[in-house]
């Protein structure tokens, strides 16, 4: 398999993962706060992300940093808060929908993507580090999975 399927593939597993756990919860829980933030808002935050890394990679492709990586606050906060506050709905149907929506726009877009563009260094960096499509999505991918865990940890 391509190493484009290989991340595709992984990244629709953790998708999938992340998703049954988000409906395995009872609704005051999808709205409880964990820390600081509530499943809702964890589904919110990801759906934006799924949306902007397309918008990302292509401001990658032209050599360009990611609108993201521009003052995004400690720990992405700005960004993913705004996030927050774009998908505002509580209602878990709604916002899967959503998260399943902008997942494949994503999958969709990286599958217009040749080899060399997936792994290719266009120059662009972030605090010193190479910043290129496959890492973007290795970081993406890694955050369903981290969320996941945070909230199965949250339920036992």
């Known amino acids: 398999m391509p190493p484009i399927e290989n991340q595709i593939a992984s990244f629709q597993k953790n998708v999938g993962a992340f998703e049954r756990c988000i409906r395995s919860l009872q609704q005051d829980q999808f709205l409880k706060k964990l820390k600081r933030w509530s499943p809702r808002d964890i589904v919110a935050h990801l759906i934006g992300w799924n949306r902007s890394l397309i ?16 003052d995004p606050g400690e720990n992405y906060s700005k960004i993913n808060d705004a996030f927050v506050k774009q998908f505002s709905s509580e209602s878990r149907e ?5 998260m399943h929506t902008s997942a494949e726009e994503l999958v969709d877009f990286l599958r217009t993507l040749s080899p060399d563009e997936w792994d290719h260094d266009y120059g662009v960096r972030h605090k010193e580090a190479v910043i290129t499509i496959r890492n973007s999505m290795d970081e993406l991918i890694a955050d369903y999975a981290h969320h996941l865990k945070q909230i199965e940890d949250w339920l036992s």
Request: glycine share 10%; hydrophobic share 30%; net charge negative.
């Open 55 to 70: 918008q990302g990679s292509n401001q990658i492709r032209k050599g360009e940093l990611p609108f993201y990586d521009i």
């Open 94 to 98: 709604e916002l899967l929908y959503e």
